[in-house]
């Protein structure tokens, strides 16, 4: 009855249209490697404790461009079935500035060796503030400019939950539930709602590949999101498996933009990417968009899906 009743508030929370601004939520080009930015149901990974850092740099060369930067950490406990974990997010928009610390919490309700489900909730805090000192006006005195530094915070929640088994992977998830039907809260974050279908191969001894095809919706506007990545492998001939190289990506959206993803395995565990947006809507920005991304994991020798991911390099995305 217990998960009925969270089932039911997840979806109410994913499928609600009531009004709300047009506050949009961070975007990351990398999220096809971390998807617990917008699903906190994600952080279930049962083969290792998992750090992540990304940066991103819209429009390099335009004063005031957006910044973003994104910081998480989780772990499995496999006593407790659940993994915990902490993000903050950060944003930097000409004179306005976002910090969004988050703690996770997700259950993984089956123990199945063909499949697996998981539920997740994050609560923090949202941040923005306005630092009017940096606008530029044409009038050198605007009354309708608030010229001092303004700081607007709210409770904050995102919710989710995530099939997987060994070839799909199906992903739904609400964030900043609690601005529903708050229109008035302008320089808040509104209700955003995401939909992924990935298709993975983690088979073949020389590489893995997965397709994925993500859906968000924020009040009147849906972007769809199409993905392609392979990650290359050397086989070791030992029990082990083979180990990751690198990882090369192509994403395009509707939004007329396009995205080149590349990832090295520096480490064993340890992996730096790079990602590059290109924009094909005329006068949009000939500057494109840079994001870098750092992903550490730490194995867990007690492992409760050995029985369907036998190694590390199994558990792909």
């Known amino acids: 009855m217990r998960y009925l009743i969270a089932y039911l ?29 917008y699903n906190p149901a994600s952080i279930v990974r049962t083969e290792y404790i998992y750090f992540s850092s990304t940066v991103r740099q819209q429009w390099l060369g335009v004063e005031g461009a957006p910044t973003v930067f994104n910081v998480q950490g989780s772990g499995y406990i496999h ?20 910090y969004n610390p988050m703690v996770t919490y997700a259950f993984r309700i089956s123990n199945n060796e063909d499949w697996s489900l998981a539920m997740g909730i994050a609560g923090g805090v949202f941040n923005r503030l306005v630092n009017g000192s940096l606008f530029q006006a044409e009038t050198q005195v605007d009354p309708s400019i608030p010229y001092g530094k303004d700081l607007y915070s709210s409770p904050d929640a995102n919710v989710g939950f995530e099939f997987q088994s060994k070839y799909l992977i199906f992903s739904l998830s609400s964030t900043h539930i609690l601005s529903i039907n708050n229109s008035d809260q302008f320089f808040l974050n509104s209700n955003h709602r995401y939909g992924a279908l990935i298709y ?5 001894d020389l590489f893995n590949y997965h397709i994925g095809l993500q859906v968000v919706n924020r009040t009147n506007l849906t972007v769809y999101e199409g993905n392609l990545s392979l990650r290359f492998k050397r086989p070791t ?22 995205t080149i993803l590349l990832s090295m395995n520096v480490a064993h565990n340890f992996r730096v990417g790079y990602a590059y947006d290109h924009s094909f809507i005329p006068g949009y920005s000939a500057s494109g968009t840079h994001e870098l991304f750092l992903e550490v994991r730490i194995p867990s020798n007690a492992a409760a899906t050995h029985g369907q991911f036998a190694t590390q390099e199994d558990w792909y995305h």
């Open 237 to 258: 001939l030992l029990q082990s498996g083979p180990r990751e190289l690198f990882d090369v990506g192509l994403t395009y959206r509707s939004t007329q933009q396009m």
């Open 200 to 204: 993975k191969n983690s088979d073949p």
């Open 79 to 98: 006593k407790l079935h659940s993994a915990f974990g902490l993000s903050l997010i950060g944003e930097k928009i000409g004179a306005v500035q976002v």
């Open 9 to 37: 508030f997840i979806i109410v929370s994913m499928v609600s249209e009531m009004k709300v601004m047009g506050q949009s939520d961070i975007s990351t080009a990398t999220h096809w490697y971390n998807r617990a930015t």
